[in-house]
């Protein structure tokens, strides 16, 4: 459960997988980015050429909804990785991110807007 464990306890379950199986060697900045995106690329291919009312069903079905999770977990398997592997704090990254993306999207100017912060 999502509420049962921190990044840390996520981070650790990851590198002890990876260390019972030596695969540090193979975890350089540059593989696990390819890792992040060859995975998110897995998950954005369970949805190509599907409407939004097909998407949903996808989502609710089981079957494809435990593929989905799948490949969202390998996502974040790889994310995971890459932080642990290059001592990157996840929370302050994103807390970080967030801190920048309200000055380059204010609520005022962006609420209900789907535009990029350079097009307002």
Not at 2 to 28: G, M, P, Q, S
Not at 33 to 60: C, H, Q, Y
Not at 70 to 79: G, K, N, T, Y
Request: glycine share 2%; aromatic share 10%; hydrophobic share 35%.
């Amino acid at each position: 459960m999502d509420h049962e464990n921190t990044i840390d306890d996520l981070k650790n379950i990851v590198k002890k997988f990876c260390d019972a199986r030596d695969w540090e060697k193979y975890h350089n900045p540059k593989d696990l980015s390819i890792g992040i995106i060859t995975e998110a690329s897995e998950l954005i291919e369970l949805f190509r050429f599907k409407d939004l009312d097909e998407v949903k069903e996808l989502i609710n079905r089981r079957e494809s909804r435990e593929n989905i999770k799948q490949e969202l977990a390998d996502v974040l398997f790889f994310v995971l990785r890459f932080a642990q592997m290059n001592d990157i704090d996840l929370s302050k990254a994103l807390k970080n991110k967030v801190e920048l993306n309200k000055s380059k999207y204010p609520a005022d100017l962006f609420k209900g807007s789907n535009k990029k912060y350079n097009e307002i």
